[in-house]
């Protein structure tokens, strides 16, 4: 990439004259949008995985209608109508989901449309963890950070308010701190990373078997290599699954609370984090995505990003001025 | 190819579309005396027109095994020119380096009819065969990381797209064209959105009475259809 908003070469001021290049309109990605086109990057995958044929079927309204099961009636009672609908009219309505997705992908990655589909993406977000993940399962007892808990799609939301573009001046320590804050940004993180800890320790992960049980289903309809990894990783659970569920909350906790670290290790902390979502992306079987019924990476791979917005940076808090941010960005 | 027929329809109607834009593209350019990036053009109409046939078995235009030959060909094509980029110490050298993005998508479609020619052998082969068969030589993790690799492609240059300003098609010649060079003549060829240099024998020739060259921002939306439809091909495959 060779355009840069501060680069006023004459080539490049000629490019610009005869209408081939906006330099001034343009800068190269700092971290935070390179972060926002790795969202991008995730949401096409979704668009993408949306046109899957499987998704076009009755299948995929009685997987959303499953989602209500022990949910409490005010949460299930709108997932099983808008799982009949679904169901009703798959063609037209798994096409028009695909497409939002589309859109919101490119959206987010054409600077102009960044702010519109970052706020599209939470609305979508949201309204997809309620009437499509049945809340991730947190409320009917069958959530464990190994099936995706609190939910893939809130994590999408979560990264879209951190990664916000706006606030140029303000410090942080971390890119997902720039529009939030550092404070509020560690809150969050707590959150989450300490929401999956508790979920650890619950019987959906606790009890005997059930870890093993969990990860030796991902390996159905996936390839040799990943069925492989994730039949030993269950045979090796098989009767150890409570110790290694409050092993991997330990984990979870020390992670949660690692981010109020001193900076060195914070970033212990942080590789700590990316190396646990990528072992529960990996029990999550990838998503699903190679067995043709995915509908996306689930929560391992978001995690990992996540968690590289908090990744603490060098020197002093960086203060980006408006002129060096990337538009829109 | 499964799914649904008015998705293929849909999907091979934009190849269709963005293989005869880029036609128009290499006419324009030679008729207009403007610059564009003939290679890139005339990779993107065989794979408008290939894509356009594996989605809609009825376009198919090309004999069994034709494609893998051709696509197999610009792979290796590319694939040197972006060695040679990677090489190369000059700045219209370090341009081919944006070949690398073609040669990855001649590789997909590669591996595209690769796997289709072997699914089709299977099926012919046997049903009880045809799992074993399909399974040996379709590997549907090269698909998903081909996938992720495209359509992270497609977000890059979506991202660069501000940076292309719209040209006409028509735009009226004449203008005076330096050489382009280094940093300067980034992001305005045909197809090239990752900021390289024209091709050494596509340089406009200063003073000639050159155009600028043709619509870069066209060419960039042409990549990101194209790099959509077969991450959208590349996901069924699994």
Known sequence: MTIQATGASSGGRWLSGIGVAREERWAAPDTRRLLQLA????????????????????????????????????????????????????????AIFAVIQLLIALGIAWRPTIRLALGASIAWALGVWWLGE???????????????????????????????????????????GRFTGAALARSLWLVLWGSLAYLALQPATRAPHALSGMISGMASGEPGWLAGVDNHLGAFLGHRGPAAAVVLAVVLAVVAVGVWLPRPAARAVI????????????????????????????????????????????????VITQSASPEGA | MAGPSWLAYTFAGVMIITAAYCVSRLVIARRRHRPTD????????????????????????????GWEIVFG???????????????????????????????????????????????????????????????????????LVLAFALLG???????????????????APGVPVPVLTGAAASSSTAGDTSGSTLPAGDHAPAGRGWGPPVSPRLAACCEIAMGVTMGYALILML
């Open chain 2, 73 to 143: 060909a610009a792979a290796a094509w590319f694939t040197w020119q972006a060695i040679r980029g990677l090489r190369s110490q000059d700045a219209i050298g370090r341009g081919q380096r944006h070949h690398l993005q073609h040669a990855l998508a001649c590789l997909a479609m590669l591996y595209m009819f690769l796997a289709a020619a072997s699914a089709s052998r299977a099926v012919a082969a046997g049903s009880a065969m045809s799992g074993m068969a399909g399974g040996a030589a379709h590997f549907p993790t090269l698909a």
């Open chain 1, 134 to 176: 049945g809340l991730g399962g947190i409320l009917n007892g069958a959530a464990s950070p190994v099936n995706g808990a609190p939910g893939a799609v809130i994590i999408y939301a979560l990264l879209a308010v951190l990664l916000w573009p706006g606030r140029p001046g303000r410090p942080a320590p971390f890119v997902a």
């Open chain 2, 153 to 171: 492609y497609v977000v890059w240059t979506t991202d660069r797209l501000p940076s292309l300003a719209p040209v006409a098609a028509f735009a």
């Open chain 1, 39 to 94: 969202l991008a990057g995730i949401w096409l995958l979704d668009a993408v995985l949306q046109f899957q044929s499987f998704m076009f079927t009755r299948g995929f309204a009685q997987m959303l209608g499953g989602t209500a099961q022990g949910n409490p009636a005010v949460i299930a009672g709108p997932i099983s109508w808008s799982a009949r609908l679904i169901g009703q009219h798959g063609t037209a309505a798994n």
């Open chain 2, 38 to 65: 003939h290679q890139v053009d005339a990779v993107h109409i065989l794979m408008g027109v290939a894509m356009a046939g594996m989605l809609v078995p009825r376009l198919r235009i090309f004999w069994a095994g």
């Open chain 1, 271 to 318: 590789v700590l984090a990316v190396v646990a979502a990528a072992a529960i992306w990996i029990a999550e079987g990838l998503g699903g995505m190679l067995t043709g019924g995915g509908t996306d990476p689930n929560s391992g791979l978001l995690l990992a990003l996540l968690a590289v917005a908090y990744w603490p940076l060098a020197g002093r808090s960086p």
